[in-house]
């Protein structure tokens, strides 16, 4: 046997073997260096946009009082649920889930949505006061410009 070919041979099948060991580092490390970053983008919420935020140009005070009037709001929605039902509805908020299908997978009786609905218009009635005939225009032009389902019952 030639000792150069035995040599080549033997350095040949080494590489070889290390090509797995190369390739699942190389592996391993491009993926520990993207899943946090992928995770990281994932988690973080979208900045709100000038348009979204204050669409209706509403003033400070206008902004402050439907501030309160949301509150209020969900303050008397949160009593008009059952302590396990606002449990639930607690924990959707902290998972950033829908609103609407975290309301809807409650199994409300007719009593609780008939008095949600009544909290419901009553709020729109008194954000609906605050604002001036132009922003009420421009309100009511972006609910019929929304699809059917998701426009709120007049």
């Known amino acids: ?47 709100p946009t000038q348009s979204r935020q204050n669409w209706l140009n509403l003033t400070q005070e206008q902004q402050e009082q439907m501030q309160q009037i949301k509150q209020a ?7 008009i649920l059952t302590a396990e039902q606002r449990s ?4 959707a908020r902290k998972n950033g889930e829908h609103p609407r299908r975290v309301f809807q997978s409650l199994n409300l009786t007719d009593e609780q949505q008939a008095q949600m609905e009544e909290v ?9 006061a605050i604002l001036t005939a132009e ?4 309100l009511e032009q972006h609910r019929q410009s929304r699809p059917q ?3 709120t019952p007049q």
């Open 1 to 47: 046997m030639n000792p150069k070919f035995g040599l080549s041979l033997k350095n040949r099948l080494s590489t070889i073997k290390l090509l797995p060991l190369v390739a699942g580092t190389l592996s391993l490390a491009l993926s520990t260096a993207i899943v946090p970053v992928v995770f990281a983008q994932s988690n973080t919420p979208p900045a």
């Open 73 to 79: 709001k969900q303050e008397q929605i949160d009593n």
């Open 88 to 91: 639930l509805v607690e924990a």
């Open 120 to 128: 419901r218009q009553t709020a729109k009635e008194q954000m609906d």
């Open 135 to 138: 922003q009420r225009q421009q």
């Open 149 to 151: 389902g998701m426009r």
